[in-house]
């Protein structure tokens, strides 16, 4: 087995590509052959992603053939015809058949779906999710999003629109949300929503425009009343969507990736006991911090390409 | 093939048992050879519903072998193990193998499972959600249950606990639940705690004690406002529990059954469109009435024994 496979990762601020042999690698100490990364540039598109993507390709494989290639997107993908539909960052990837663009390039089999759904693969293939049978991934960051692996397999839903926790609804009486519904989970417990939410109370101070996610994490540790409010706010009403996940489908794991998730105990603490509160006392499961790192969409096209049997 | 598959439900106020034969029926039009049933009488217990059901099984096989016997139990069943945890309804029923004793009275194949499981087999094969891949039975009646068919096979969850929808959470400010919990969608869409609710508000007059969730429903179409609002308000928190399991899960079809379902268009209107707003607008689905009323059970436990391939 001589396999050549090659990983790339569009995301939301940077292009990543990686190559690596699993006929080379120890189980549970996957290595890279080699990464290339381009960060994206301001007014950059479609077109742009792609041929950067494309050359980052052509450099790792230096003339060598790729036995195939998955793809990590960080937007809406159409995963029975490869299609990205939209692009939740970069202009232009509006309907790209982007399976086909990038089969024609590398003469290889193509797989590719969105971040959420690979990085679920990934943690259960080769980081937090290892030896279950069944999970729920979570990406805490400027948005919240889903996959699932169900029986050992992704679950993409009828139309691949599976785990959209974000927008499920917690709070019917909360804030509104730019879909249009009251207390969706995103609303509350998304980095921007929490940052908008403290700088608001802030009134017309400095620290307004340059709120994130991370300075209401930091504000809370140091004792700022509204940060803490608001960070424990979030923290709960992810706690309730996840709890009302384990109702639905009593997954083994939850696995939790992505910026707010580095807020502390005080946000874990807060997520576990809402999300134990909100399930039934029979249903049991785990709630864990994703282990990939970075590197998790990058190993979720490689658990993609093995989970279709590409891999050589 | 000379299949007799033998059915038995036991359900919260009879013990049914039926008898079958796949390879003499016509497709979407089977009918069972006989039917017997008899009421639960009360105080009766675990022992009393076992022995009947033994009797009534007897007496359709008529000294004949049974090619395998499906079950549909309301209350919590270990799958794997064929062992009934609890009754809902019935006392004595803690941690009793069914499947091994059953097994042991019929010589032949059992398999058991929960009625809302069982109910989401029998509508995939046989009733509203015959050719869709992946679909929710909910039963909204006088608890709220559910069982999911995924990618056309059971999904039953890590321990068997999936489909909990009547706990999850909608409304967090909303009246407390039995289990602890505010705003369940069980506590607001259920029929005896809509009837609770609108009692309550009659004050200390005789419909108090009497009234069911279908007394409330006739109140509404008869256009009392106490009723019409309590009826309106578990429409929309079980639309906001069904939209929020399509964000989730994403299923082409939600299949509903139980007494409530029989509320009037008033009702269903109610539950479709709050669903869908819950929703994403990219994920699609359809909410359609159960079609095969008080057999669903029965039917369930033969498509049980059909999902097995045990039907010789």
């Known amino acids: 087995m001589d396999d050549l496979l090659l ?23 996957q290595g890279w052959l080699d990464v290339r990364r381009v960060f994206s540039p301001e007014g950059g598109d479609a077109q742009f992603d792609m041929e950067t993507m494309i050359k980052l390709g052509a450099e790792l494989l230096a003339g060598r053939q790729a036995t195939a290639v998955g793809v990590s997107f960080g937007g809406l993908v ?6 990205v539909r939209l692009s939740h960052h970069v202009p232009g990837w509006e309907n790209i058949p982007l399976q086909a663009l990038l089969a024609a390039e590398f003469s290889a089999p193509i797989r590719i779906d969105n971040d959420a759904n690979v990085a679920a693969l990934g943690e259960h293939r080769f ?109 709960r009403a992810l706690g309730v969507g996840i709890g009302n996940a384990a109702n639905l489908i009593n997954p083994q794991l939850f696995v939790l990736g992505g910026g707010v998730t580095k807020s502390g105990d005080l946000w874990w603490d807060a997520v576990r006991q809402s999300a134990h509160e909100t399930a039934l006392p029979e249903v049991h499961f785990e709630i864990v911090p994703a282990s990939l790192g970075d590197d998790a969409p990058l190993w979720g096209a490689i658990a993609l390409l093995m989970a279709e049997g590409l891999t050589g």
């Open 7 to 29: 990983a790339f990762d569009f995301g939301g601020t940077k292009l990543t590509a990686a190559l690596t042999r699993l006929s080379h690698s120890v189980p549970g100490q």
């Open 78 to 83: 159409d995963y029975e015809t490869g299609t």
């Open 127 to 235: 980081g937090a999710g290892q030896g279950h049978d069944s999970l729920m991934y979570i990406t805490v960051s400027t948005g919240v999003g889903g996959g699932w692996v169900l029986s050992g397999k992704p679950w993409r839903g009828h139309a691949g629109m599976a785990g959209e926790i974000g927008h499920t609804v917690v709070d019917p009486s909360g804030p509104l949300c730019l879909c249009g519904k009251r207390g969706c989970v995103e609303r509350l417990a998304s980095g921007p929503y929490m940052a908008q939410d403290w700088a608001e109370e802030q009134g017309s101070g400095g620290a307004r425009e340059l709120a994130t996610g991370k300075d209401v994490a930091e504000m809370a540790a140091k004792g700022d009343e509204a940060a803490r409010r608001i960070l424990l706010r979030g923290a």
